[in-house]
């Protein structure tokens, strides 16, 4: 090797390890091993506020509620059991199931975007606590005393017959399919030049579509009759391109490539057979004629409780101000000309 030739290795050989340094010392700091004035080793990325989660059938949910209030149409209580996943797929890392495992407390949401009237029987942990303590007499509903005011003897909480509600159906059922690769398409081109410096060019395409089923049971809790059984089904796409690029120049090799990819997400697809397995059964059970009623635009009653994020029971005279068409509103709580505010919590426009 020529002296020029082992100056340049020499220095090169220096260059890298200074290179890497760098780029190690760039990116410590970004994260300190000592919490800052603020309590922090870093702060958190994103600043994209809350949203609401709908499908394409919650505004459908949304209206089936509202047809049932303009037409005096009462909800029967409902109440939600096990919808569980007996699809049995696990992640191949064992991190745990490959669907969600909440798919009846989406039940219970899309009951309530329906108006229905919704009776508590996934989790009475807490009421049944509550019913021990108020059977030994250890519960009182009076008001607090003050702090450092002394304690004074407290009326207990009694038990009155038939205080719960009962429920007049029950929802129960199952995530039954998870289907990979039904189908799938895919395209690898490679051209270039015949020398071997020359330029060289590769572009890669996929698309797959998979699917998930649900089977979903209505049942009258006096006589467990069957009343409405759904089974649905929706699939899933997803694809995935790519392209890069080879070359050598100067005595340099380059190697660039670029990717973007996309699945939908398969847990709202769980979500969305749950909702339109609801619809169908409120529909009936309100009476609707069928999907017209929900092709007219606009609230018949003006103010609602009901909204694509869910329901509520209003506890004051404020459904003009704060009703369920503004809990849809990202940026009802958030501070967008607030400079003080953190940016977590200020929408951006």
């Not at 049932?68 to 109440?79: E, K, L, Q």
Request: hydrophobic share 35%; with cysteine.
């Amino acid at each position: 090797m020529s002296a020029p030739s082992l100056k340049l290795a020499l220095l090169m050989r220096a260059k890298i390890p200074a290179a890497v340094t760098a780029c190690a010392v760039a990116l410590s700091a970004c994260v300190s091993p000592v919490a800052g004035p603020n309590g922090r080793y870093a702060e958190p990325i994103g600043n994209a506020p809350v949203t609401s989660n709908p499908t394409p059938y919650s505004q459908a949910l949304v209206c089936m509620g509202e047809y049932a209030r303009a037409n005096h149409r009462n909800s029967p209580r409902i109440a939600v059991g096990r919808i569980s996943d007996y699809t049995g797929k696990e992640e191949s890392d064992g991190s745990g199931r490959k669907l969600t495992q909440g798919a009846s407390l989406m039940a219970i949401s899309a009951l309530a975007k329906s108006g229905a009237n919704l009776v508590e029987r996934f989790d009475t942990s807490v009421s049944e606590l509550e019913l021990k303590y108020t059977n030994n007499k250890l519960i009182t509903d009076a008001a607090q005393p003050p702090p450092g005011a002394p304690t004074a003897p407290a009326d207990y909480r009694r038990i009155m017959a038939g205080q719960v509600p009962g429920s007049d159906y029950y929802m129960v059922g199952g995530i039954t399919e998870l289907n990979f690769n039904i189908r799938s398409s895919g395209l690898d081109a490679q051209g270039g030049r015949t020398t071997t410096t020359g330029i060289k060019a590769e572009a890669t395409g996929q698309l797959f579509v998979m699917n998930v089923g649900l089977d979903l049971r209505l049942v009258d809790t006096r006589t467990l009759q069957v009343v409405d059984v759904i089974s649905y089904q929706k699939q899933i796409i997803g694809r995935q391109v790519g392209i890069g690029v080879f070359d050598v120049l100067g005595g340099n090799v380059y190697n660039i490539s670029a990717g973007e990819g996309g699945l939908e997400p398969i847990q709202l697809a769980v979500r969305s057979v749950i909702e339109r397995a609801v619809l169908e059964m409120m529909s009936n059970l309100y009476g609707a004629p069928g999907p017209e009623v929900c092709l007219q635009q606009g609230d018949p009653l003006g103010a609602r409780t009901t909204g694509v994020t869910g329901g509520y029971t209003p506890a004051y005279n404020n459904l003009e101000t704060n009703n369920a068409q503004t809990r849809e509103d990202p940026a009802r709580w958030d501070h967008p000309g607030d400079a003080a505010a953190p940016a977590t919590v200020r929408s951006r426009y």
